[in-house]
């Protein structure tokens, strides 16, 4: 089987391309860095990792059936024991946030848990102002259940505890 020379017709036709190639190699990287930025662009949106959540309603049904957790920062500790969390984004862009959507702060219920007088001043004094973690499990009308993860440093020996509020002090 003998390999047969290529017309003149497809060099030349494979010449041009390899010229229109060469002559546009720039052009080329740039559409293919921007398509990959498109792409991740729409990744991003989709998993709503820029979006501050204000209100339960904001927060997709999905989020819930899978148990995502998200972060967030304890602000105040109402008097029938819910967690008034500001929602911390996966990533922030502080171009598009404003100071009034930093006031509306989402109701976090420890799931699970019946919270006493003593109870709220604990939370209080350990919560307030504190990065949090809060698994989603069910969506009420002003408010969502969750497990919520207190980080604590103890400060003699600089040790973390993680607590489960569900499970410890309450």
């Known amino acids: 089987m003998a390999h047969e020379p290529a017309s003149d ?5 494979e010449h041009s391309f390899y010229n229109f190639i060469d002559g546009h190699l720039r052009e080329l990287r740039w559409t293919a860095y921007s398509l990959a930025g498109l792409g991740v662009f729409l990744v991003l949106r989709r998993v709503k990792a820029t979006t501050k ?3 339960v309603s904001n927060i997709p049904k999905h989020f819930f059936s899978k148990n995502y957790r998200l972060q967030g920062k304890v602000r105040n500790v109402s008097e ?3 967690l008034l ?5 996966i990533i922030r862009l502080n171009l598009f946030t404003s100071d009034a959507e930093s006031n509306h702060l989402l109701a976090v219920n420890v799931a699970g848990v019946s919270v006493t007088p003593e109870a709220v001043q ?3 004094r350990t919560a307030q102002d504190q990065s949090v973690w809060f698994r989603l499990l069910q969506a009420n009308d002003a408010s ?3 497990d919520v993860l207190l980080k604590l440093v103890i400060t003699p ?3 973390y505890l993680t607590l489960s509020l569900l ?3 309450l």
């Open 53 to 55: 959540f204000t209100h």
């Open 144 to 146: 969502v259940d969750c």
């Open 157 to 159: 020996f600089l040790f």
């Open 9 to 13: 017709s497809e060099q030349r036709t």
């Open 80 to 82: 029938c024991g819910q």
């Open 122 to 124: 604990w939370l209080r």
């Open 85 to 89: 969390v500001e929602h911390v984004p």
């Open 167 to 169: 499970h410890i002090y």
